[in-house]
């Protein structure tokens, strides 16, 4: 800062005047003063910027917290509304459970064709109203991030054909060609989430159909080498009416139509291509689209998932027929809570015809006392009941059998609450699985199924 | 840090001691110059040997050392002790100020006043151009409403010029004052108080 500036080169070394001398002498005093005047401009520059940049900060500071507080009312109203939409998926499904049982019931009785025709827009009404249900609370749990992918094993043509068996018919009815291909990798198992496969794939067919006047629908199943992994790729490719760029836009942004006269039209919850996106977002993959309008859309579905060998089982047989095969070799008793008196009713009649005794009691400690006087081959527990919950009820059997070294009696929850977290929890308190309600006859029949060629047949010994 | 570095640091920043502003070399210099002629100081400039060769700038900083050498020299040039051309340099430079910073000195009512913002006020406005600059310290506490102790600390030996400071400052203000001076030992730094008690 202060260093001394080079000595100008002597020009010449002639004498110099005295006017000479003082103008050079002015003109290292105007240096001086000018220096001086610089420095303290620069001086008041800098404090300005200083105290720009403090309340910069102050601003920042401010702005941060208030961020911060925005986002725990955030937080709070989403934890809020996840707790909202729990309670709301156990209040409906209850009811719809009731509904949808007795009328699988029903339909196991003698009705006259109109009875049978009526019967048929009660079900499928139902399945519609808790397919929405299903919409919402999967949409919820994704956005709360409490959303389990499963990897399981399965066959993929076998879960592709399923889809197929499910919407060829609609097809056939609207006079569209309906076909699915498999590409030359996307053959055998694979282990990844298949619920979830149906689930993108399933509604990715129901959209095509939905928006196709004439025409066709083509899909093809393959899966490609990515990297280090290999990719499940869906396309579905419809000769239907076509989205705009300006639906484009719209269409995977949840609780919106592309155009609100399509709810109107078509019906649905405008949830659907939301959720498939999401789900192959999960599944480290996307879901894209190409259309041009008045010349269909073709949709792509990709995510990951793991080709594994075909496992060595036996096709599992109808678990209907199977229950009936074990019950023929030895008949059992189960023993069933449910305060609930239509899902009573509803457990009745799907279990009716088989040959087992099946007690119903009204609460949890009326379950510890009926397992007292004689313990069931199979406890169903519900888990809402008064005096005493399923869980606390199924916490006390399982401490008795430990203590008095009992056979274990397998124990299934019956429950509304479907989230994973609860499951979990089901498992972790000494449940042998969960069926979820509203129930289906399958669900509920493969459930028993499994615990009773789970179940010790002797009681355990040593009391583990 | 090598002697190559060292070769290369200009003179104003090697801590031969320690540095003062320029504009204190240049107002020495023209007061010898009124005193003695341009002559005269141009040749004790040449003899006395300074690593800057006697060219010094306001804005700049130089050696202690120098200073005390031309203060020297000028002494044994014009037979005048030593201490007694700093307190006259003091006053000079006193003067120069007022002459080139009138604005601090318009609101102040008297000298006590002056001398109680030497730290807070001038000072401050010294470090916003030269935050390198080494500015001694100058503590007051008010003796009551006529009276002011002033005590100077500074690594530099120059009481006496402070003292002509103070005195210049005085008599600017022509209210006169008795002015006592002591001496605080002390190994470490040059100290210094002032009691100032106004008359009249």
């Known amino acids: 800062m202060t260093e001394r500036p080079a000595t100008p080169p002597p020009a010449n070394t002639a004498p110099v005047s005295r006017s000479r001398y003082e103008r050079e002498k002015r003109a290292r005093y105007e240096a001086e003063q000018f220096l001086e005047a610089k420095s303290r401009e620069l ?356 401490s008795a059998e430990t203590l008095r070294n009992l056979r274990r009696t397998p124990i299934i929850a019956l429950s509304a609450n479907i989230m994973r977290q609860h499951e979990l929890e089901y498992h972790a308190i000494g449940m042998d699985g969960s069926v979820p309600k509203p129930f289906r006859k399958e669900q509920l029949l493969s459930a028993i199924v499994h615990a009773f060629k789970h179940a010790p047949t002797a009681p355990s010994s040593q009391g583990d | 840090m090598g002697m190559g570095l060292l070769h290369r640091t200009p003179p104003t920043l090697q801590r031969m001691g320690t540095l003062v502003k320029g504009i204190v070399f240049v107002e020495l210099i023209r007061m010898a110059e009124t005193a003695i002629g341009e002559d005269a100081v141009d040749q004790i400039l040449d003899q006395c040997n300074l690593s800057t060769d006697g060219a010094y700038s306001t804005v700049g900083n130089y050696p202690c050392s120098e200073l005390m050498q031309l203060v020297e020299a000028l002494s044994n040039h014009t037979g005048t002790p030593q201490q007694e051309l700093q307190r006259l340099f003091g006053k000079w430079m006193h003067e120069h100020f007022v002459h080139s910073y009138p604005a601090f000195f318009v609101d102040k009512p008297d000298a006590l006043a002056m001398l109680a913002a030497i730290e807070d006020e001038v000072h401050v406005e010294v470090r916003k151009l030269y935050p390198d600059a080494e500015l001694p310290r100058f503590e007051t506490e008010r003796m009551g409403s006529d009276a002011l102790r002033l005590t100077y600390r500074s690594p530099r030996p120059l009481t006496d010029f402070c003292q002509g400071l103070v005195e210049g400052c005085v008599d600017h203000f022509g209210q006169p004052a008795e002015i006592r001076r002591e001496s605080l030992p002390n190994s470490e730094e040059h100290a210094c108080a002032f009691t100032v008690n106004l008359r009249g």
């Not at chain 1, 102050?58 to 729990?86: C, V």
């Not at chain 1, 076998?158 to 569209?176: D, I, T, Y």
């Not at chain 1, 015809?353 to 400690?365: C, N, Q, Y």
């Open chain 1, 43 to 398: 001086y008041q520059a800098n404090s300005a910027l200083r105290k720009q940049a403090e309340s910069l900060e102050d601003a920042i500071r401010q702005r941060t917290s208030d961020l911060e507080a925005a986002r725990i009312e955030a937080e709070a109203a989403s934890a809020a509304k996840s707790i909202f939409l729990a309670t709301m998926s156990h209040e409906i499904r209850t009811p719809l459970n009731g509904v949808l049982g007795m009328a699988e019931a029903l339909n196991d009785t003698p009705l006259t064709p109109a009875q049978r025709d009526m019967l048929a827009v009660v079900l499928q009404s139902g399945r519609l109203l808790q397919s929405v249900l299903n919409d919402i609370l999967d949409l919820s749990k994704i956005e709360a991030g409490k959303y389990d992918i499963e990897e399981i094993a399965f066959d993929l043509k076998e879960v592709v054909q399923s889809v197929e068996a499910m919407f060829s018919l609609k097809a056939q009815e609207k006079g569209l060609e309906f076909k699915i291909s498999f590409g030359p990798e996307a053959v055998g198992w694979i282990r990844g989430d298949p619920n979830r496969l149906r689930q993108i794939l399933g509604n990715l067919i129901s959209n095509a159909i939905k928006f196709t006047s004439k025409g066709s629908i083509h899909v093809l199943v393959s899966v490609n080498v990515e990297g280090d992994g290999h990719e499940l790729v869906l396309v579905v490719k419809d000769t239907g009416k076509g989205i705009s760029e300006e639906e484009k836009i719209r269409l995977f942004k949840p609780y919106v139509q592309s155009n609100p006269a399509i709810s109107r039209e078509f019906g649905g919850t405008g949830l659907g291509l939301s959720i498939s996106r999401r789900l192959c977002q999960l599944m480290q993959g996307e879901l894209t689209v190409t259309s041009r309008e008045g010349h269909g859309a073709t949709f792509t579905a990709r995510f990951r998932v793991t080709p594994i060998n075909a496992p060595q089982v036996l096709r599992a047989e109808d678990p209907e027929e199977e229950l009936k095969r074990l019950l023929r070799a030895c008949p059992r008793r189960i023993l069933a809570a449910e305060d609930n008196k239509t899902n009573q009713l509803v457990l009745k009649s799907l279990l009716n015809g088989l040959d087992l005794t099946l007690d119903i009691v009204s609460d949890g400690s009326a379950v510890l006392s009926a397992w007292n006087q004689a313990p069931p081959d199979l406890i169903l527990m519900d888990i809402q009941m008064p005096v005493m919950n399923g869980l606390e009820a199924t916490a006390a059997i399982r």
